[in-house]
């Protein structure tokens, strides 16, 4: 378990593109004692440190715990790296959110905030007895500090509220840069009750979650698996339902969609409400044939996706004149 391992920032936009691109032209970029982390990734030691964590606490890179501690991208990483380097369309933003909620060992708190945490309204002081509550159910010598905690949680309000972090004048400009993760619309702010901010857990549109996005968390929940209980998709850890605080009309409509995209059956006679997988997909391939649709131009065409752009410039350049 790894608690404040952020050092209080939450990610910022352009750091992940900075990070991925970076570690793509010097695997060590974070270590290296020839060029200063910060001179190279235009940051102070906090944020370098910081920003070093996030890119693998997402699953967009894995570092090595022992030896040369180089940073590598996943296939995840690749793949978004390749097609949306600057995480602009928002199954990049589900996928970053996944990698995050999901990751037990690096994101202790977002883990447990998403599969533990049942209150739908709550304040900090709701997360921090639930989250001493569920470590000491688990035997654990590892207690964070109060402190530890606190941060935690601001830390997730920042990562997915996107109201004023501080009413500050003269914050620094650096943390007034929103997370892009608030694009999703996971959490809103109620009101304060006896001094203390009341927030709540949002069901974000169902136009808002792309219909490969979805399969991919589907298939990454059962693996080999080819029928499931749409009860375990909505209730179990790690599941489409907890991760993405999707409620049973909303799940209900995106397993819908997949099966009208013929991915998916859904059987509610006889008692069975399950699903049951037609597709051979992977769930890298699912991330892969989501960001194919962007490209105007099949692979059997021959165009790499640079080149769709520049088509797409040679184009619009040929209409305007």
Known sequence: MKFRAHDTFAIRKGWLNKGLRNIENAPDVFISKEKNPMDVLGIGANMVKSLRYWLQATGLTVE????????SLTSIG?????????FEE?????????????????????????????????????????LRKFI???DSETMPSSRAISDDF?????TYYPGKRNSSDDIDPENNIECPLTELGLISYVTTTQGNRIYRKC???????????ALYAILKQIGEQKEVKISVLQNSTNSIGKIFLLDTLSLLHILYQ????????????AGLDVIRILTDLTPEECVKQYYSEFCRFPESSGYAPEECVKQYYSELNGNQR
């Not at 090595?64 to 940073?71: D, F, T």
């Not at 974000?204 to 979650?209: D, L």
């Not at 997949?258 to 006679?269: C, D, M, Q, S």
Request: with cysteine.
């Open 136 to 138: 000491t159910m688990q």
């Open 78 to 86: 690749e793949i978004i790296y390749n097609n949306d380097p600057y």
């Open 90 to 130: 928002t199954g990049s933003l589900w996928l970053v959110h996944y990698g995050l909620a999901t990751n037990f060992e690096d994101a202790t708190s977002w883990y447990l905030f998403f599969n533990e945490f049942q209150m739908q309204e709550f304040s900090e002081d709701d997360f921090y007895k639930s």
């Open 64 to 71: 090595p715990n022992s030896g040369k501690r180089k940073q």
């Open 203 to 213: 069901t974000p549109k169902n136009e808002n979650i792309p219909d490969l996005i």
């Open 258 to 269: 997949l099966e009208g995209a013929g991915y998916i059956k859904v059987v509610r006679t």
């Open 154 to 158: 601001k830390c997730i309000i920042n």
